[in-house]
């Protein structure tokens, strides 16, 4: 890439952490900012915890734990154990390495810095240098509606309840006055293409674009959109896309996932990246007008993260040009 | 004991801690209660801390590390490993046990619970059956004096600063519109006899009669008060004791304990415990009004603390009778 260029990824966790790291590993600290989504942070036990930054900032760092898939590396439970010996709250797994985070982030925004800033407090400490930036500094909480009329934290739908109760819909508490984050605005200002991770579009992806603001600022950018499918062969590689797509009577495939996007953000998103195994619904996705590539999408090793990311930078590129 | 009796007995960390099991094993949960220091608790990193509380409700649950001395039995340290890499204050050892009852009970305050209803809680849940409250429901913070004019927190003394600098006086802040906790007060009024644990006189001891009211409350019940000297040997067992009374120019030795409760409570308390070590100091302590027995004051064993408990009560219950 030149050095004009700048990527703005949006990511939720798993995955968006993986080709958040892809990404990393292709770009100079001056060519990306990676925006998470604060949609399911929450306050537990008095600690404010910020799951998908912390995935990020975790996979960036190296510090990730790769049997589990999420939380730190070299992670104990004896917190945990303790804290259901003493009859707390031990429904969210709070690891004894993961919790220092939490303890650090909540001292400092006790202290009055904005999540930004504790953001980049948490990169420096961890050595992250590519610009790691939450969605916004105000509180945004993702609620879960659910087919039996119930309004559930995202967190109690998501691990408490473990995906079971059935969705209906999804409302961000807090959006209509939040504002993105300031690294989040600059980079809308000056990216030259936004890369979705292939995220949960309803819980990762959506509450970023809602933010007031967002999809006009970016459309008047001009810039490609490239989606990464979070759905492969039919199933999400991790979480619940999936079944909240059965349950909210779309199709659980790449082309629902094209077909949310196209609907929800109409001609903003240009470019849909599809799995190698879902090659046979490229005429489809094209259909909605987006451009496409196939590729492998699984990212199992590092490599597969940074050819991933290669191609789809190669694909926004000429997006651009176009 | 006749179910008539009550002892009150008033404690600081380890050395407290040790004889309250042994007054817990020889007395039914009716007989006794507990009072612990709280001017040692701070908060520390957005969480109440409560030492001597802790140590005292690990030491009847038999929760507590007994190759440590302090803590949770089968604690861990990577919550410290990862606060320390993120640059937290890494300077007061926190086990990841530990923490889940700091979690805890800062959860319950916040939810508006007094610190003598966390204390009974956290009882419950431990399965601690004896009554041990705090001495306080509201904040008082021990303060160190240092002969070069600063003015430290307890804990940044005591941990932080490893006991090292020279200390010239002790105060409890917030002690002049503190009261005794209810638990503490009903003790006050009902017990046949007060019990003052093997604790630090100045920073462990003190301060639960620095708190208005008690000490002439108290005296007004005439019943005995019965000191077990923290001095054994010339050696404090535990912590700083010895140093400090270095330190303010006192004797270090359990004569030295003696005349400090002689001057600062007068006749108030009536009866000291020296070690067999000591016997030599006895005539000496007696001379300044206190009855006395010379016996094994050092803890070793379970049984050690049930036959010192056994003593310390028969003793009080032959001034009572006196």
Known sequence: MSQSEHILALSGGVGGAKLSLGLADELS??????????????VHL???ICPDLDT?????????????????VGESWNFLDSLKRLGGEDWFNLGDRDLATHIVRSELLRRGMSLSQV??????????EHTVVPMSDQTISTRVHTADGKTLMFQHYFVRDRCEPEVSAFEFSGIDTAEPAAGFSKAIDNCSAVVV????PFVSVDPIFAIPGVVDRLRQR?????VVSNIVGGEALKGPAAKMMKELG????ALGVAQHYSKKY???????????QDAALEDDVRALGFATIVTNTVMLTLHDKTELAREVLAFASTLRKA
Chains 1, 2 share one sequence.
């Open 29 to 42: 600290p001056g060519e990306l900012t990676i925006v998470c989504n604060t949609g399911d942070d929450f």
């Open 46 to 48: 008095g600690l404010n």
């Open 56 to 72: 990020v900032l975790y996979t960036l760092a190296d510090w990730n734990n790769k049997e589990l898939g999420w939380g730190q």
């Open 119 to 128: 953001v980049g407090e948490l990169c420096q400490r961890m050595r992250v």
């Open 197 to 200: 991770c292939p995220s949960n």
């Open 222 to 226: 001009q810039v490609p959109v490239v």
């Open 250 to 253: 779309m199709p659980m495939t």
């Open 266 to 276: 109409g001609d903003l998103f240009t470019g849909f990246v599809l799995d190698s």
